[in-house]
């Protein structure tokens, strides 16, 4: 370990406005990719119970340092802690590039190009936040060496404040796509399969999420051997051409309350539209094995998922 200049150390009041998990998840992201000392304090302060880290946030601190080769330590990441650095490997050019080697999954015996790593809340803690902290290192990683990075992520899918699963797959992931293609045969950027939904309190919720190499081509102003994302510039709205409502029920709750969910959002995108007429095909479908729970889905709303025109906005 390299001994850094104390002007490269950064640290974060983790009380800051929200004082959320959010604060601690992004900063660790960010020092992970850049390679930067950080240190976050107050960690989850505003939240009235269970200050500090929580397993959900320990499992995607944990992750997104394995996905970039254990390329630094964490220092009081354990449950409960409210003061979290990570502090990089050495920076020798040869030190960091052995480092961060992904360790990749072999094909007929010789070929490596899959990169596989599975991560666990133990809880009903959410998938999607695991994901929203392993994306950006998963992606940077695969555009290293053009490998595939598959993420296996279990706590909970579906839970409160927090992104639903849905969400990210309905509305995240086509956005992502619609901006960076994948280089293999059309194969997405990001994909994701809901393996099993998990709610609160059991948790038990799988998703696969793979990540492979967009195809940007290596910026003039960066070395060769390197490529620079292309700016999202978000320039328009489109206008919306459909609507999704997604309702669950788990465990002992009965099936008439995500009807009632559905019916309530109905009625309040009928009140929403004014005059123009609102068309609706209702689907439904059960799959007993599907779901791990004890009670009813966290889902409090129906969730609304708007697809545009296009698979992303802006240009």
């Known amino acids: ?53 929580r397993p959900q946030h320990l499992s995607g601190m944990e992750l997104a340092v394995e996905i970039c080769g254990g390329n630094g330590t964490l220092i009081g990441a354990e449950v409960g802690s409210t003061r979290v650095s990570y502090i990089p490997c050495c920076r020798d050019k040869e030190t960091a590039e052995k480092n961060s080697a992904p360790k990749r999954a072999r094909r007929d015996g010789d070929r490596v190009d899959t990169k596989q790593i599975i991560a666990d809340t133990g809880t009903a803690g959410s998938v999607a936040l695991l994901l929203q902290t392993s994306f950006l290192p998963a992606l940077v990683e695969s555009m290293k060496d053009g490998e595939h990075i598959q993420l296996e992520l279990r706590g909970g899918t579906n839970a409160e404040n ?3 699963i849905d969400y ?13 293609k994948g280089t293999e045969n059309d194969r997405k950027t990001l994909d994701i399969e809901i393996v099993k939904r998990g709610y609160y309190p059991k948790g038990g919720g799988v998703i696969r999420a793979s990540v492979c190499p967009p195809n940007i081509r290596p910026s003039t102003s960066v070395s060769a051997n390197k490529r620079a994302f292309p700016p999202i510039q978000l320039t328009e709205c489109r206008p919306v051409s459909s609507l999704r409502i997604l309702a669950f029920h788990a465990g002992n709750c009965p099936a008439w309350i995500p009807q009632k969910m559905v019916d309530g959002a109905l009625k309040a995108l009928k009140r929403a539209c004014n005059e123009n007429p609102v068309f609706c095909k209702r689907f439904c479908s059960t799959n007993q094995a599907n779901a791990k729970s004890s009670a009813a889905s966290v889902i409090k709303n129906a969730d609304v998922v708007i697809s545009h025109e296009t698979n992303c906005i802006g240009s």
């Open 162 to 164: 927090a992104p639903q």
């Open 1 to 53: 370990m390299d001994r850094h200049n104390i002007d490269d150390h950064v640290e974060i009041d983790g009380s800051y406005k929200e004082g959320g998990g959010q604060i601690l998840r992004n900063a660790i992201t960010y020092a992970v990719l850049l390679r930067k000392p950080v240190t976050i304090t107050n960690i989850r302060a505003n939240r009235p119970n269970k200050q500090g880290v």
């Open 168 to 180: 990210v797959s309905s509305v995240l992931l086509p956005f992502i796509n619609g901006y960076y």
